[in-house]
């Protein structure tokens, strides 16, 4: 088990707790409805991505070339995704323009797939030398 990763992953989740936990019993007098559902949709994704990489980390010794570049893209994407979509549905409340953080959430998600691709390619040069 990569133990950054499972601290990273386990954070990722407690943060998303705590996020949706705000974004229900505070962030919906603040902001509009689309806003927040879009919050949430971050708040979604982060909690996916934390679990996503505490599974890989607790069970990393089983892949014969480590999951490293899914560890790095998913995190990356996670942050760029869901932090872009935090920040853009706070922008009001944070009296900020941020439009500029919108094409961020693409690539955030590009990143996300790109990780599962490399846990794919890990999953199947596993498989051949089984």
């Known amino acids: 088990m990569k133990k950054n990763s ?13 996020l949706g936990a705000f974004a229900a019993h505070g962030l ?16 979604k994704y982060q909690m996916y991505g934390g679990l996503a990489l505490l599974l890989v980390a607790f069970n990393d010794d089983k892949f014969v070339k ?20 935090y920040l853009l549905s706070l922008q009001e ?3 900020m323009k941020l439009k500029l953080l919108g094409p961020i959430t693409p690539i955030g ?10 846990l794919l390619l890990s999953v199947l040069s596993t498989a051949k030398k089984s």
């Not at 990722?12 to 707790?17: Q, R």
């Not at 480590?66 to 979509?85: A, C």
């Not at 998600?109 to 490399?118: E, H, K, P, R």
């Open 6 to 18: 499972s601290i990273i992953g386990i954070s990722l989740i407690v943060t998303s707790i705590i």
């Open 66 to 85: 480590s999951p490293t570049w899914f560890y790095r893209l998913l995190l990356t994407g996670v942050l760029l995704f869901s932090g872009s979509i």
């Open 93 to 95: 409340v944070l009296d």
């Open 28 to 43: 919906e007098k603040l902001v509009s409805p689309e806003k927040l559902l879009s919050f949430e949709t971050g708040v």
């Open 109 to 118: 998600g590009l990143f996300m797939i790109c990780a599962w691709i490399s």
